[in-house]
């Protein structure tokens, strides 16, 4: 969503999959990635037709789910450039990832693993779903406990990873707090987001002593010109079979349900489907009969 709150009426949603219906640059019925940068002037992707310039498309692969396409965009980004380009992690180190049964946290141990990480930790609360990222390349799990405090955490963290070089952070809070503490000497760490509290307490010592550096990630201010190495990553492991993405999918019709079961952490990505949407990706359609055909927050 955009940042900002707004009146309605206003249509969001800040990225689809679909079919071309005009543009100047692509053919009518292509397939496209695009973004919508949602204002109440600019409407965004919960609809069934969406206007977005030719700058903010991206062709699909052939032969892309349309489906699995929109569920790894901006989760699929977050998930990889803050690890690959920001981190700039290398093979054989140890990555921690805080908020890992989410979209982007699945996907980023999946990610981890299959660039040559030496040792992926999957960190969340819920232990049944941390456990089912055991065979996506999680190398061990750690759950977040109640009223448990950060150095009890961070040994915690430590017995199940060692020292760590990158963390990929959706949580800060306490779990960063201990996570900086199971760090490595010149460990790199990406925040992208801050589901468990928007302030954490970071000694400077700590970072000075082990020369620690630390950045943020927002997709929502990233250009995606500057995103398509990525993505075509995300499509080609996609389309290779080597990354699994958990998708719920909700018409249109049926949008309120999808923000509540989001706001639930269903541990998938939610992907709307305008009525008559189809899953495979086949032939461009006839430019007069082109529908969007999915978009997600």
Request: glycine share 10%; net charge negative; proline share 9%.
């Amino acid at each position: 969503f955009h940042s900002a709150r707004h009146e309605a009426p206003y249509v969001p949603g800040s990225e689809c999959v679909g079919v071309v219906l005009e543009s100047e640059r692509f053919i009518p019925g292509t397939w496209v990635y695009a973004e919508c940068h949602a204002t109440p002037a600019t409407p965004g992707a919960f609809a069934t037709k969406a206007l977005v310039a030719d700058k903010d498309l991206l062709p699909l692969p052939e032969g892309l789910d349309p489906v699995l396409a929109a569920a790894v965009g901006n989760s699929g980004t977050a998930a990889f450039m803050p690890l690959i380009e920001n981190a700039g992690l290398r093979p054989g180190e140890t990555v921690l990832v805080l908020g890992a049964t989410g979209a982007v946290g699945q996907l980023a141990v999946q990610i981890a693993h299959r660039t040559g990480a030496g040792r992926v930790t999957a960190v969340a609360r819920s232990l049944p779903a941390l456990q089912r990222l055991l065979p996506l390349g999680a190398d061990a799990v750690v759950d977040l406990r109640p009223d448990e405090s950060t150095d009890e955490l961070a040994a915690r963290l430590l017995a199940a990873s060692g020292p760590v070089d990158v963390v990929l952070d959706g949580l800060y809070g306490p779990p960063l707090e201990a996570a900086l503490k199971a760090c490595a000497p010149r460990a790199r760490v990406v925040n992208i987001g801050n589901l468990a509290g928007a302030t954490a307490h970071i000694p400077a010592g700590l970072l000075r002593g082990k020369q620690i550096t630390l950045s943020g990630f927002a997709g929502l201010h990233t250009p995606l010109q500057d995103k398509r190495p990525a993505l075509n990553w995300l499509w080609g492991a996609l389309t290779r079979g080597d990354l699994q993405v958990e998708v719920r999918t909700f018409p249109l019709s049926e949008l309120p349900t999808a923000w509540r079961a989001q706001a639930e952490s269903p541990h998938a990505k939610c992907v709307i489907l305008p009525e008559g949407a189809r899953r495979a990706h086949s032939a461009p359609v006839r430019p007069e009969h082109a529908v969007p055909d999915e978009s997600e927050s």
